[in-house]
């Protein structure tokens, strides 16, 4: 399986952004997937993720009604709307797909960069 994200980039504070995930290959063995992000100097972060049999959603307290997470089951896609920035949303965001046995066992895509300026 391979992950690629895009959208990144840099927004003013109370922007927004859209980040995409596409995957290809083994993509049927999919339980969900999310997003990650991390900020310098600190661990890797759970922001939302989305179960792709069923479509239920989770999200971090600091992202909620604020960001949106969708699929796009014919794409193979994941999609993450950000709204309403804050500087502190700056960080490297990552996508990554759980086949079931959890986040660490999964796959991970290379990160996008969102620098949110005040």
């Known amino acids: 399986v391979q992950l690629q994200a895009s959208g990144g980039g840099l927004v003013q504070a109370g922007g927004s952004l859209r980040l995409s995930c596409a995957a290809s290959g083994r993509t049927f063995s999919s339980y969900a997937m999310g997003w990650f992000h991390q900020c310098p100097g600190k661990e890797r972060e759970f922001v939302t993720s989305i179960k792709w049999g069923g479509g239920s959603t989770y999200y971090a307290d600091s992202v909620k009604g604020r960001f949106t997470i969708s699929r796009d089951n014919a794409k193979n896609t994941v999609y993450l709307a950000m709204n309403s920035l804050k500087p502190e949303d700056t960080a490297v965001y990552y996508c990554?797909?759980?086949?079931?046995?959890?986040w660490g066992r999964g796959y991970w895509g290379q990160g996008t960069q969102v620098t949110v300026s005040s």
């Open positions: 990554a797909l759980d086949v079931g046995l959890g």
